[in-house]
C-alpha cells in the first residue's frame, strides 16, 4: 500500500496521481506519487474484530541486504484483549525487531491517502504524542519510540518490547531506526494509465472477503538510511516495494513471493500469491483457494493473471520452493523460487483469535525466476517475452501449520467470479463523493 485525492477519470477500480503535502509536513519534499485505491486507512468505527497493516520491503544494492518496515493497528477502539499497535521491521540477514504497545490512544491514519503513525514514547521535549506528520528533526526530538510514514516518506525508532504480542521473544538487535524518502515508479496496473486498479478488483470496496490486500507500489526508489543495532546502512535509489491488508485477520494458509530486483532487469517486477481466504456475509467458515501473478515490465505495461481471466495454479513447499503458473488467452507467466533450509525468519501477522502473532516465515535471499510468454490461439508465441533471475527476492509462506506440499488451483466462487468482471470503476466513484459519504480507506 498515496497522496490527497484528485479528480479521476477513465476505468479501473479507481485511483489517479496528484500532488499532495502530509498534514504538518509543509516543508518535506513532496513526489509526484502513483495513487492506487485502498491507499487509506479502513476503519469505519465499527466494534468487530479488524485490523489493518503496512508493508515496505527496501533492498540496498550496496550491501546485497533487505529490510521491511512493517506497521499494523489491531482493534482500533482498544476493546479487545488483542489491541494494540505494532511496529516490526524485519532487517539484514533476516533479522528482527518488534515493539508492541496495547494502547492504541497514540495511533492516527488518514482515511483518504497514505498517511499514518504512532507513538509508544515521547520524549521530554514533547507535551503530548503528535497525530500528524512531523518535519524529521522535530520527530527525531520529540519522539523516543515510534513512527510516521507516508506513501513518500519513512521515519521511526523503536526498541525490543514485544510484551503484549503473542508468542515468545523473536528479536535479534535490541534497537532500531531510519528515515528514508520514496520515489513511486508503478503501482497496480500500467504506468502510463490515469487510474491505477485495485488488486482484488472491485469488489475488494465490499465486506465480502477476508482479508483484503492491495498492492499500492510494485516498484519505487528508496533514499536514506537504517540503523540496525549497532550497525549503520546507507541507500541512494534501492528497489522498494509496498502493500497493505486489512479486515478480521489474515487468510488461514498462503505463499508470497514478491522480486524487483531481477539482475539486468531495472523495473521489472513480480508479485506472485496463493491464499485460502475467508468468504463473509452470511457465510462463516467457507473459504476458497485465489491467487495471482501481477508483472510489470520493464516499459511499463502491466500483466495482470487473476482467477477471473487466467487459470493459476501452485505447487508450494511448507518451506524452502514454490512454484506458480498463470495461463490466459494473451499471456502464460511461471514463477519459480527457492531458498535454503535455514533461511528466513518468523514474523507476527494479525490473526482472528490472537491478534499480532508468530504465524508465517520470510526470507529475502529468495533464488526466484520469472518467465513470460505472449500467447495466442491457444499457445506461446516464441521464447519468452521476460526470462529473469535473482538472488534477493523475497519469499514467505504463513498461516497452517503445513504439513506437506500444498498444491491448488484458484477457484473464485460464483457469483463473485462473475461479478468482479463488470467493468465498475467503484474507487473512481469514490472519489466523486463527498469525504463524509466515502467508504473509508478509498
Given at each position: 500500500m498515496l497522496s490527497l485525492r484528485a479528480k479521476c477519470h477513465g476505468r479501473s477500480s479507481g485511483g489517479c496521481r496528484s500532488r499532495a503535502r502530509a498534514p504538518g509536513s509543509r516543508n518535506l519534499q513532496v513526489i509526484h506519487a502513483v495513487t492506487t485505491p485502498h491507499s487509506g486507512y479502513h476503519f469505519?468505527?465499527?466494534?468487530?474484530?479488524?485490523?489493518?497493516?503496512?508493508?515496505?520491503?527496501?533492498?540496498?544494492?550496496?550491501?546485497g541486504q533487505s529490510f521491511a518496515l512493517i506497521y499494523s493497528i489491531e482493534d482500533p477502539l482498544g476493546n479487545t484483549p488483542q489491541a494494540g499497535v505494532g511496529l516490526q521491521v524485519m532487517g539484514p540477514d533476516d533479522g528482527y525487531i518488534c515493539q508492541f504497545s496495547p494502547d492504541v490512544s497514540s495511533f492516527w491514519a488518514l482515511p483518504y491517502r497514505t498517511a499514518l503513525g504512532a507513538t509508544f514514547k515521547t520524549s521530554n521535549t514533547a507535551r503530548v504524542a503528535p497525530k500528524g506528520v512531523l518535519q524529521q528533526d522535530q520527530f527525531f526530538r520529540d519522539v523516543e519510540h515510534g513512527f510516521q510514514a507516508t506513501d513518500v516518506m519513512h521515519v521511526g525508532r523503536m526498541v525490543s518490547l514485544e510484551t503484549g504480542a503473542a508468542g515468545p521473544p523473536l528479536s535479534t538487535v535490541p534497537n532500531a531506526?531510519?528515515?528514508m524518502t520514496i520515489k513511486p515508479k508503478a503501482g497496480w496496473g500500467d504506468t502510463s494509465s490515469r487510474t491505477q486498479k485495485a488488486t482484488a478488483g472491485w469488489l475488494s470496496v465490499l465486506p465480502l472477503f477476508e482479508p483484503h490486500?492491495?498492492?499500492?507500489?510494485?516498484?519505487?526508489?528508496?533514499?536514506?538510511?537504517?540503523?540496525?543495532?549497532?550497525?549503520?546502512y546507507e541507500f541512494s535509489g534501492a528497489p522498494a516495494y509496498a502493500e497493505k491488508n486489512w479486515g478480521g485477520g489474515f487468510p488461514s494458509k498462503w505463499h508470497w513471493i514478491q522480486c524487483n530486483t531481477f539482475e539486468g532487469h531495472p523495473g521489472l517486477s513480480v508479485t506472485a500469491v496463493g491464499a485460502r481466504r475467508g468468504l463473509v456475509l452470511g457465510l462463516p467458515g467457507v473459504e476458497e483457494d485465489v491467487g495471482l501473478i501481477g508483472v510489470?515490465?520493464?516499459g511499463g505495461e502491466f500483466v495482470e493473471l487473476v482467477p477471473w481471466n487466467s487459470d493459476l495454479e501452485w505447487d508450494v513447499d511448507p518451506w524452502g520452493r514454490w512454484w506458480i503458473r498463470a495461463v490466459n488467452e494473451r499471456y502464460e507467466a511461471l514463477v519459480e523460487a527457492t531458498c535454503a533450509q535455514n533461511a528466513g525468519t518468523v514474523l507476527?501477522?494479525?490473526?482472528?483469535s490472537m491478534g499480532l502473532a508468530p504465524f508465517c516465515r520470510d526470507t529475502f535471499f529468495g533464488q526466484c525466476r520469472l518467465r513470460v510468454w505472449r500467447r495466442a490461439g491457444g499457445a506461446k508465441q516464441g521464447p519468452p517475452l521476460v526470462d529473469a533471475t535473482s538472488t534477493t527476492a523475497a519469499l514467505e509462506v504463513g498461516g497452517g501449520p503445513w504439513w506437506s506440499s500444498w498444491r491448488a488451483r484458484a477457484e473464485m466462487k460464483e457469483p463473485f467470479r462473475s461479478l468482479v468482471q463488470l467493468p465498475l470503476d467503484v474507487g473512481g466513484l469514490g472519489q466523486m463523493l463527498p469525504e463524509q459519504l466515502r467508504p473509508p480507506g478509498l
Open positions: 469505519d468505527g465499527s466494534p468487530r474484530r479488524f485490523f489493518e497493516g503496512w508493508y515496505w520491503k527496501v533492498m540496498m544494492p550496496e550491501t531506526s531510519w528515515s490486500w492491495q498492492v499500492t507500489m510494485a516498484h519505487g526508489e528508496a533514499s536514506g538510511w537504517l540503523q540496525w543495532g549497532g550497525q549503520r510489470h515490465l520493464q507476527r501477522a494479525p490473526t482472528t
